[in-house]
């Protein structure tokens, strides 16, 4: 797995003893495919990556499939709405990729805690041999509906996914303006660094204005009188 990336990752290996290897984004903080040629016992990869943004297009996510294709490839897609190029249309021709989404990110239904694999049929055998042993309370009806009317709702899904694409590009463009470097994302964040200022500096400044702006708007509101 890349040694930037969800950091979960690491805690699920070190929850079930798994002994696992990170590797290097490279200097532009991306996932350099090159990189993976060696031997393992299977690859992780959020694409697009988390927190980073970045992604890698369809013919990068091939070679990776080519050079393990006797090893499970686990593509996690949470952001991949927001602009990356989904490897779903892989799944025929790759019996080792498997391919997971969430309807927390796009579908903007992180409370129903829904998500899904996609992988030839073999691999899903397999995680359903073992799932009620780590998963013993299955989505309920509620949820299942609610996943459906979102997949259903396309006209929603586009607006909105639009609207934080858009949203993203505009303060990028601010952030730039400021000085801030900004790498180029496809998801729904940006990762970005001044070189004049300390993140932790600049983390703890943002949260004394954000307390002092919050203090200021309530003290104006009670200091409004309202007529009828």
């Avoid at 797995?1 to 696992?20: A, E, H, N, R």
């Avoid at 992604?55 to 949470?78: M, N, T, Y």
Wanted: aromatic residues 10%; charged residues 20%.
């Amino acid at each position: 797995m890349p040694d930037i990336t969800y950091s979960f990752y690491k805690v699920y290996c070190g929850l079930y003893g798994i002994v696992f290897e990170v590797v290097p984004l490279d200097a532009a903080m991306r996932i350099q495919v090159a990189d993976y040629q060696r031997a393992c016992g299977g690859v992780v990869i959020a694409n697009p990556n988390a927190p980073t943004g970045t992604g890698l297009p369809l013919v990068q996510i091939e070679k990776l499939l080519q050079q393990h294709s006797r090893r499970i490839v686990l593509v996690d897609e949470a952001y991949v709405d927001f602009g990356g190029e989904s490897a779903i249309g892989l799944i025929n021709r790759y019996p080792n990729l498997l391919v997971v989404h969430t309807l927390s990110k796009s579908r903007s239904l992180a409370g129903l805690r829904v998500g899904f694999a996609a992988g030839q049929r073999h691999l899903i055998e397999a995680l359903e041999r073992v799932k009620d042993s780590f998963n013993s309370y299955p989505l309920d009806r509620l949820a299942i509906a609610g996943a459906v009317a979102a997949y259903e709702d396309r006209v929603h899904f586009e607006e909105t996914r639009a609207a934080v694409m858009q949203s993203r590009e505009l303060l990028s463009r601010q952030l730039q303006a400021l000085g801030f470097e900004v790498l180029p994302s496809q998801a729904n964040f940006l990762m970005a660094r001044h070189g004049q200022y300390d993140a932790a500096a600049l983390a703890a400044r943002l949260r004394e204005k954000a307390f002092w702006y919050a203090i200021s708007s309530c003290r104006a509101l009670s200091n409004t009188s309202v007529s009828a």
